[in-house]
C-alpha cells in the first residue's frame, strides 16, 4: 500500500509591480500575492494619487502579516468601481480610464483619431483635478488650443472627447455635472455648402492624375486615375478604399465591398458603374504581376503600394490631390488640383475648389447620382448615410443648378444594365417631376 504524502501549502509571498504610462508621469503601483493556493493581483493607486514603491512595499508587508494570521481578505473580481476612486484623482487618471474602456469599441481609424485628440486634453489638463474642473477651466483649455492654431473644428472635436471624458467622472460622482457640456462651450463654425466638381472637371482631373502617373517610375505608380474614378463614381470613405481588398471587388457583379463588420454601419456593397468598371480593368491589368494578386486573396488591396501594401490616406488627400509645399532640401509636389486649373486656366474655364479633399469627392458621386435621376434612398445607400440630411442638402443644390452636362453625366454614372444613349434630352427637372424624390420617413 502506497505510502500517502501530505500536500502543504507553498509558503505566502508577493512582489511589489510598477506600470509606467504612455505618458511618461503617471505610474501605477500593485502587488502580485500568493496566498491560499492561488495567485492574486491588487491594485494600490498611481504616483499621482499618493502611492509609491515604499509606500506599496509597506501594504504588502501588511497583507502578508494578515496571510500569515488567516485574517487577510482577497480583492473581489465584482468590488465596484466607484470604491476605487480618489476624489482628488486628477485628470489624466479619468481620461485613461475612460480610454479602457472605450477603445475596445472603435474602429481602428477611429481609435487613432481619439489618441490624437485625448493627447491634447492630457497636455493642457492632465494635471488639473478632475472635480475642480469648471466652465473657465473648459474656457481657458479652448483658448490654448486656438493659441495653438487649431481651427474651430478641431477646438470643438477636442471639445466633444472632453465631454465624454467628464460624462465618466459625473457617473462616478466625482462631479454634479459636466461643464464641457453645452454650445456656449463650443467655437461657432462658418456655414458653408459643401463643394462637389462638376462633370467635366471629374474627367480632367482623371485625366491629369493618369498622365501625371505615366511621368513616373514603375516602382511609384498605384493607379491614381482609378483611385479618383472611384472616390468620384462610387462615393467610399477614404479608409474603406485604401483598406479594400481584392477579394471585395467583384468586376463580374459590378459590386465592390466597402465598411467594417465592426462599426455600427457595418459592410455594405457599392454599385459600380460602367465608366467605373472599365478603369478598375485598366487599372488591374497594368498592375505588374507580384502585386496583382488574384481575385480572391483576401489581403491584396486593390491599388497596393510598390511593396503591397495599403496606402496611406493621408497622402491620396495631401499629395495626389492638393501636393506639398516647397521644404528643405525637398522638391514641391503639384498635386491634380493644380495641375487640372492650369489647365483650365489657359482654356478659360472656371477652376476647380481651391482646396479638394476625399469628401469632396463623395459630393460630387452624391451630386453626379442625383443629376442623374437616381433615388435619394438609393443614394444615401451608396454613401453608407442612415440620415438624409446631407442627401437632400445636395439634392437642394442640385435641382438649382441652371446648365449640367447631362449627357456627360450619363456616361460617367450609367450602370452596365443601362442603354449607352439615352432616347431624350430629358432635363433633371423634368425627371424630378415624374419620378419624385422618395425619401423615407
Not at 157 to 168: F, I, K, Y
Request: aromatic letters at 6%; a positive charge.
Amino acid at each position: 500500500m502506497r505510502d500517502r504524502v501530505a500536500v502543504v501549502p507553498r509558503t505566502s509571498s508577493g512582489t511589489v509591480e510598477s506600470h509606467a504610462w504612455s505618458d511618461g508621469k503617471t505610474v501605477t503601483y500593485r502587488a502580485r500575492v500568493r496566498a491560499f493556493g492561488r495567485q492574486w493581483r491588487v491594485a494600490f493607486g498611481t504616483n499621482y494619487q499618493g502611492w509609491s514603491e515604499a509606500r506599496a512595499r509597506v501594504e504588502l508587508d501588511a497583507i502578508l502579516e494578515k496571510v500569515k494570521r488567516g485574517t487577510w481578505e482577497p480583492p473581489s473580481r465584482t468590488a465596484p468601481l466607484e470604491d476605487e476612486l480618489d476624489s482628488r484623482e486628477q485628470v489624466r487618471v479619468t481620461a485613461y480610464r475612460w480610454w479602457q474602456r472605450r477603445k475596445g469599441e472603435l474602429a481602428p481609424n477611429t481609435q487613432a483619431d481619439y489618441q490624437w485628440r485625448l493627447a491634447y486634453v492630457v497636455r493642457h489638463l492632465g494635471d488639473l483635478e478632475t472635480a475642480s474642473l469648471d466652465a473657465r477651466g473648459v474656457d481657458d483649455f479652448r483658448q490654448a488650443l486656438v493659441g495653438e492654431g487649431l481651427s474651430a473644428r478641431s477646438v470643438n472635436m477636442m471639445l466633444d472627447l472632453l465631454a465624454q471624458v467628464v460624462d465618466d467622472a459625473v457617473g462616478y460622482k466625482l462631479l454634479d455635472a459636466n461643464p464641457a457640456r453645452g454650445r456656449r462651450r463650443r467655437m461657432r463654425l462658418p456655414r458653408s455648402r459643401g463643394a462637389f466638381l462638376e462633370p467635366d472637371m471629374v474627367v480632367d482631373i482623371l485625366d491629369e492624375a493618369q498622365a501625371w502617373e505615366q511621368e513616373l517610375p514603375e516602382h511609384q505608380r498605384y493607379g491614381r486615375r482609378a483611385v479618383l474614378a472611384t472616390l468620384c463614381l462610387a462615393g467610399p470613405r477614404i479608409s474603406e478604399l485604401t483598406s479594400a481588398s481584392r477579394s471585395r471587388l467583384d468586376l463580374h457583379g459590378g459590386r465592390l465591398r466597402v465598411g467594417e463588420s465592426k462599426t455600427e454601419a457595418g459592410l455594405r456593397d457599392i454599385e459600380l458603374t460602367a465608366f467605373l468598371l472599365g478603369e478598375l480593368r485598366s487599372h488591374l491589368a497594368a498592375l505588374p504581376e507580384d502585386r496583382r494578386g488574384k481575385a480572391g486573396s483576401p489581403s491584396v488591396p486593390i491599388f497596393p503600394t510598390h511593396r503591397g501594401g495599403q496606402l496611406n490616406a493621408s497622402n491620396i488627400r495631401n499629395r495626389l490631390l492638393n501636393g506639398t509645399p516647397r521644404r528643405d532640401g525637398q522638391r514641391p509636389i503639384r498635386g491634380v488640383v493644380e495641375r487640372v486649373n492650369e489647365k483650365r486656366a489657359e482654356e478659360g474655364k472656371m477652376l476647380l475648389p481651391e482646396r479638394v479633399t476625399p469628401h469632396t469627392l463623395r459630393r460630387t458621386f452624391a451630386t453626379l447620382s442625383l443629376a442623374a435621376g437616381r433615388d435619394p434612398r438609393w443614394v444615401m445607400g451608396q454613401l453608407g448615410h442612415t440620415d438624409a440630411r446631407l442627401t437632400l442638402g445636395l439634392y437642394t443644390q442640385v435641382i438649382q443648378r441652371q446648365r449640367v452636362d447631362h449627357d456627360l453625366i450619363w456616361e460617367l454614372v450609367r450602370f452596365p444594365d443601362e442603354v449607352e444613349t439615352r432616347s431624350s434630352n430629358q432635363s433633371f427637372e423634368t425627371r424630378i417631376e415624374t419620378t419624385g424624390p422618395t425619401v423615407g420617413p
